[in-house]
């Protein structure tokens, strides 16, 4: 088994092992999200939704 290689749901495993791959990608993820919750969901969703 490799652990060089970060897959989508190993990241608190990467954590774990101090991988900065890891950390890149999860602080990647957690961006993303914000950027979603704050600009796009605002921008595409009706006001009355919100």
């Known amino acids: 088994m490799r652990f060089d290689v970060l897959r989508p749901g190993h990241a608190i495993m990467g954590l ?8 890149v990608a999860v602080l990647g993820f957690f961006a993303g999200g914000l950027v979603v919750t704050w600009l796009v969901l ?9």
């Open 42 to 50: 605002p921008w595409i969703l009706p006001r009355g939704l919100l």
């Open 16 to 23: 774990s092992l101090r991988r900065p791959a890891s950390l």
